[in-house]
């Protein structure tokens, strides 16, 4: 395949990407629903929750537990521990809190079970989950908070969660209105009516036609939770073996690059050899050993830069958001190879 940048500003390449780009564009007025559907059941929660002691420890199990527990280690006061997966670990007791992260129409039977179990062992439970879901079911008890919400999206999940522990203190607040605005100006700043000159997630995904993106974010937890997140929404949408990391972690692929030079044939490459490229999540400053190595072997270096000032969770959330719209991007540009 080969990319053509013609095809970003092309009506009809446009339109044969617009449920894609029409997603992403609704991405803030989804958090916005998902908050407001669950008020009542954040009222409650919060009322029932009353002036908790803190925990023991907190076990974040699911689909955005990292970024859960990101949030939690700055005020928390206890150990957090966060997987992925919805097993509960057998040390968690009536001392401790469970955050359950379980999308509605995801497979909830392990979910159910870390929830029922949660409840027999006396666990303080916060279950965030599909309304009617046997997660919902499962984690009712005296001590548990109970948020339901159609929406899928680990974003969406971790927002309801933090705003219910930012309520019972063991949290910031994560601003839920501001996630939301950072969303729609990402959303307006990469519109599909808006062309490649002035379009950041464009320019990024010219910069990065033909060659494999690899992603680095910025040095911190958000940060590489935004490049894992960049990372898999790319895969998802090119294809493309997309990689994430920090500058140690892609260092070895850069250097492993063959160096290039004014005079090398960029249409001389061998067959099948696609050259990375580095996408830059956390500004110009980061990673200047990278971009070194980059440099001196003739490795693209794509900056593609998130907002000012908008706080943590805002600038996470707009950060992968600009990130997956570069992806969509790239995907539209790409088209076989007529060789």
Request: hydrophobic letters at 45%.
């Amino acid at each position: 395949m080969w990319f053509d940048e013609t095809r970003l500003d092309d009506d009809r390449a446009l339109a044969d990407a617009d449920a894609t780009l029409r997603e992403l564009a609704e991405s803030g007025a989804r958090v916005r629903r998902a908050l407001g559907d669950a008020a009542e059941d954040l009222a409650v929660a919060r009322e029932v929750a009353g002036d908790p002691d803190r925990p023991r420890a907190v076990v974040v199990l699911g689909a955005g537990s990292d970024l859960v527990a990101a949030r939690l280690d700055e005020r928390c006061g206890a150990p957090v521990v966060a997987r992925t997966e919805t097993e509960l670990p057998s040390w968690a007791g009536g001392l401790d809190l469970l955050v359950l992260l379980a999308p509605e129409g995801a497979p909830d039977a392990a979910a159910a079970r870390a929830a029922a179990g949660a409840v027999r062992r006396g666990c303080r439970v916060v279950a965030v989950c599909g309304p009617g879901s046997a997660v919902a079911e499962a984690a009712a008890g005296r001590w548990s908070a109970v948020l339901t919400t159609r929406a899928g999206e680990p974003l969406v999940l971790a927002l309801l969660a933090l705003t219910h522990l930012a309520a019972t203190g063991l949290a910031a607040d994560p601003d839920p209105d501001a996630v939301a605005a950072a969303l729609d100006e990402v959303a307006t700043a990469c519109s599909p009516y808006r062309d490649a000159t002035v379009n950041p997630a464009k320019t990024a995904a010219a910069g990065l036609g033909d060659c494999v993106p690899a992603v680095l974010g910025a040095d911190d937890a958000l940060g590489a939770r935004a490049a894992s997140g960049v990372a898999a929404a790319m895969r998802r949408l090119t294809g493309m073996p997309v990689l994430a990391g920090d500058a140690a972690d892609l260092l070895p692929l850069v250097e492993s690059a063959p160096s290039r030079s004014i005079f090398d044939d960029p249409y001389d490459d061998a067959p099948g050899r696609v050259r990375p490229a580095v996408l830059v999540l956390g500004g110009p400053d980061t990673g200047p050993e990278l971009r070194a190595s980059a440099e001196s072997r003739g490795v693209r270096v794509v900056d593609l830069p998130g907002p000012d000032d908008a706080g943590p969770l805002p600038s996470y959330a707009a950060t992968v958001l600009l990130g997956t719209y570069a992806g969509a991007y790239l995907r539209l540009g790409l088209v076989d190879d007529p060789r």
